[in-house]
């Protein structure tokens, strides 16, 4: 397992200009641009997020890791807007978990 230690500032500094944000869900849930930003009002300044391209990871992927295939064919459908997403939500959607082994979206 690698992880990469980034501090807030960093992150904040990098991330600012992205398309996209994938909010990890095993840091904390959030349903809404307003739970995101209460995070840190910092958000409130991405490009990502003026522009609606925020999505929350389900928790539930972590639980098995042959899911990761599941994983990449929802970034797909995120970036293509062709196909069903499993584990991504995209914030502001009341679209239901379609994981059949179960969800922790909620």
């Known amino acids: 397992v690698s992880t990469v230690k980034m501090g807030m500032e960093s992150f904040l500094a990098g991330a600012k200009d992205c398309d996209y944000l ?25 490009k990502a997020v003026q522009e609606e391209n925020v999505y929350y990871l389900d928790k539930a992927m972590y639980q098995n890791a042959n899911r990761i295939g599941t994983v990449v064919s929802d970034m797909h459908a995120m970036l293509t807007g062709d196909g069903e997403r499993v584990y991504l939500r995209k914030l502001g959607e009341t679209e239901e978990c379609v994981d059949p082994v179960g969800c922790a979206c909620d």
């Open 22 to 46: 994938i909010y990890d869900g095993v840091i904390g849930p959030i349903s809404s641009m307003e739970d995101l930003t209460g995070k840190n009002e910092a958000f409130a300044s991405f």
